[in-house]
């Protein structure tokens, strides 16, 4: 070949080196190399790497194989085939063989029996072509951690992850795992999440092919993998919720159960972390997921710590139907281990999210079943919450009289407890009730020395003063208050404040600057979730609007 130019392809390479020799040493020829792995080592080689194929393209593909008109008559069915093979041509193919043998086989038919993941596999081989043989060879070559990783990568399905995911399943180094995985083409990138990091994912037969061959795996093993992945996701969890601003409002999360560990490098950990809502909006498939595993696995007092810390954020991303779910489930899985205390938490946080959707009386109901259990049992700080969220249920439904008693309960179960933001929640809640506030509670929260509690208490003396009509004094809480929150980086207290701001300014005849805060509050309050006042807001800024 020495003189001619040439195009040598090259089928099923194992590895660089066994393509080396067969280069041409002139110039003026081409090669073209496949291979189930990456072939670096090659000088002056460009490497591409080939994605499945999309659903139209899976489609096309199949319609040239058993017929264009046959696909088009069954196009629901030929999608259905299509998603279930990931546009793996190799599936196709043998797919396609299959259906072209049967010409009066149903294309549903078929992709009913494809649905079946734990016989999909089965259904994909034909004379001396096989989907499990071939993933069989490339999971062959790797080395037995890599080996771990792809078959404990199957826990997560088909969904994507990032790498540290696959070293804590393993045990192992999560890059270099991830690394070896790709070069075997068992892996996909699936871009960057929110936070930065680069994410992977198995193709979903791959996935199929993973939890086969974990089934042949000790089962003591795989538990101890999913507990290393929830350990590691509630340390994680753990250190974004105290890196994050919370609300006073919130029942504060139980302390993280004993012996729950975290693999990660300090350095690593810190990284995750730096970031809060993003890594939580990053992860949030996967802490659903192991807040049902750990619930199957009676792992219940690290299933509620997990839920405390993620879901405050989650709810916005996941929608509070789920949310209700997860707490329902949760509290089912704690009342059935004896868990009682957890169970009772489990239904407070399940009751107080329904106010969010306006299911006021299911709330009611829920919170008074709370209450009754939280006394019984002595747990006063759960009780001030409980009777606090029970009153703001019965005022918003009209009545403030039933409201009264149960919110001075309320404060007298914080101060019991000696819980100080229960405290100051609750002081707050009867403020709404009654419209003023008992002198004694701004001694209760001055005396914490907390930057939060004297940006709450502006807040607080705010609201009284609006509802007292004393709107000179409510600007300059409300704006001291704003202030305050802007410095701690608390959006939510933030733009509340903005909003009693804004109530007030309008009541001094100032509608213009009213709009001009109510109006970005109410967008970044609905951002955030906040939708408890909503209304009264909305109608302030209508009045306002109305009296430009």
């Not at 998603?83 to 043998?101: D, K, M, N, Q, Y």
């Not at 993941?117 to 089965?122: P, Q, T, V």
């Not at 792809?150 to 180094?173: I, K, P, Y």
């Not at 709450?456 to 003063?465: D, E, F, G, P, Y």
Request: glycine share 8%; net charge negative; aromatic share 4%.
């Amino acid at each position: 070949m020495a003189d001619r130019r040439v195009l040598l392809l090259f089928d099923d390479v194992s590895d660089a080196a066994q393509l080396r020799p067969l280069l041409p040493g002139r110039p003026g020829c081409a090669v073209l190399a496949t291979g189930r792995r990456t072939l670096g080592g090659l000088a002056g080689a460009a490497s591409v790497r080939l994605a499945p194929l999309t659903p139209a393209e899976s489609v096309e593909l199949l319609g040239r194989l058993v017929g264009h008109e046959r696909v088009s008559h069954e196009a629901d069915a030929a999608d259905d085939v299509g998603a279930s093979l990931g546009g793996l041509p190799l599936a196709l193919r043998i797919v396609g063989v299959r259906l072209a043998t049967r010409p009066h086989m149903p294309l549903a038919r078929f992709a009913r029996r494809l649905r079946d993941e734990r016989r999909r596999l089965d259904e994909l081989a034909v004379d001396d072509l096989a989907v499990r043989s071939s993933f069989e060879l490339s999971y062959a070559a790797l080395d037995p951690q890599a080996q771990t990783a792809f078959r404990r990568l199957g826990l997560l399905g088909a969904g994507d992850f990032a790498a540290w995911t696959a070293g804590v399943l393993a045990g192992g180094d999560g890059d270099r795992l991830v690394e070896r995985l790709l070069e075997a083409s068992l892996l996909l990138p699936a871009g960057v999440d929110v936070t930065g990091e680069p994410r992977y994912r198995l193709h979903d037969l791959l996935a199929v092919y993973a939890r086969e061959l974990l089934r042949r795996d000790d089962p003591a093993h795989i538990r101890a993998a999913l507990r290393a992945h929830l350990d590691t996701l509630l340390v994680i969890a753990d250190r974004c919720w105290a890196g994050s601003s919370w609300s006073i409002d919130d029942l504060p999360p139980m302390p993280l159960p004993g012996g729950v560990t975290c693999g990660l490098p300090a350095d690593e950990l810190a990284a995750l972390s730096g970031d809060p809502v993003s890594w939580f909006v990053a992860e949030r498939a996967h802490l659903v997921a192991a807040l049902e595993r750990a619930c199957e696995h009676g792992w219940l007092a690290e299933a509620y710590a997990l839920a405390q810390r993620a879901i405050p954020t989650l709810d916005v991303f996941i929608g509070r139907e789920r949310v209700a779910a997860l707490h329902e489930m949760i509290r089912d899985a704690a009342s059935k281990g004896g868990e009682e205390l957890l169970a009772w938490r489990s239904e407070y946080n399940r009751s107080a999210g329904l106010i969010g959707l306006g299911r006021l009386a299911e709330a009611a109901e829920g919170l008074e079943e709370c209450a009754a259990a939280f006394e019984r049992l002595g747990a006063t700080m759960e009780l001030a919450y409980t009777l606090g969220a029970l009153a703001f249920c019965y005022a918003t439904r009209g009545a403030a009289q039933a409201a009264l008693p149960l919110a001075e309960a309320a404060v007298r179960a914080a101060v019991a407890s000696g819980a100080l933001p229960a405290q100051a929640s609750t002081i707050r809640e009867l403020a709404d009730v009654l419209s003023l506030v008992d002198r004694r509670a701004r001694e209760l929260v001055d005396d914490r020395e907390d930057p939060y509690g004297g940006a709450w208490l502006a807040n607080l003396m705010a609201r009284v003063a609006v509802a007292e009509g004393r709107h000179a004094d409510a600007v300059r809480l409300a704006r001291d208050a704003r202030e305050r929150f802007v410095k701690l980086g608390d959006r939510r207290g933030e733009h509340l404040s903005a909003a009693f701001e804004a109530t007030a300014l309008l009541a001094l005849g100032r509608p213009g600057e009213a709009v001009e805060l109510m109006e970005p509050a109410l967008e970044a309050l609905s951002d955030l979730g906040v939708t408890r006042l909503e209304g009264q807001f909305r109608a302030t800024l209508e009045a306002a609007r109305r009296a430009l």
